[in-house]
Nanobody
Framework: VQLVESGGGLVQTGGSLKLSCEASGNIESDLSMAWFRQAPGQSREGLAAVDSRGITSHADFLKGRFTISQDNGRHTSYLHMSELRPEDTAMYYC???????????????????WGRGTQVTVSS
C-alpha cells in the first residue's frame, strides 16, 4: 500500500488548509487511516484517526481545530485544519493500517503504511 499526501504549503496565522492522503496499491481490506506530524527536534504527534466505519478520534490538544474525514470509496482521508498557528508548523504524515475492528488509533506504532509527508508552514 502506498500513501501520498498533498495539500501542504505556507499559510498565515489563523488560516486554513486541507490535507489529502490517497492510498493505492494492493489494498485487500478496509483501511484505518490517521494523520501525524513532526516538527524538527520534536517527537511525532498523533493528530487524528478514522476507521473504515467512519469513527474518528482527535487529539485533545487540538481543541477542535483539526478534523479528519475519509472517502472510503477512494481510499482517501482528509485533514481539515483551521485557526492555524506558527506552532502547527511541521511535516505532516498520513498513515494507514488494515482495519481489524479496534477503532481509530493515534499511536504511530499501530500503523504499517506511511506516506512521505507534506510540509505545513504557518507564518506569524
Amino acid at each position: 500500500v502506498q500513501l501520498v499526501e498533498s495539500g501542504g504549503g505556507l499559510v498565515q496565522t489563523g488560516g486554513s488548509l486541507k490535507l489529502s492522503c490517497e492510498a493505492s496499491g494492493n489494498i485487500e481490506s478496509d483501511l484505518s487511516m490517521a494523520w501525524f506530524r513532526q516538527a524538527p527536534g520534536q517527537s511525532r504527534e498523533g493528530l487524528a484517526a478514522v476507521d473504515s466505519r467512519g469513527i474518528t478520534s482527535h487529539a485533545d490538544f487540538l481543541k477542535g481545530r483539526f478534523t479528519i474525514s475519509q472517502d472510503n470509496g477512494r481510499h482517501t482521508s482528509y485533514l481539515h485544519m483551521s485557526e492555524l498557528r506558527p506552532e502547527d508548523t511541521a511535516m505532516y504524515y498520513c498513515a494507514a493500517r488494515r482495519d481489524i475492528g479496534y477503532g481509530p488509533m493515534l499511536r504511530g506504532d499501530d500503523y504499517s503504511y506511511w506516506g512521505r509527508g507534506t510540509q505545513v508552514t504557518v507564518s506569524s
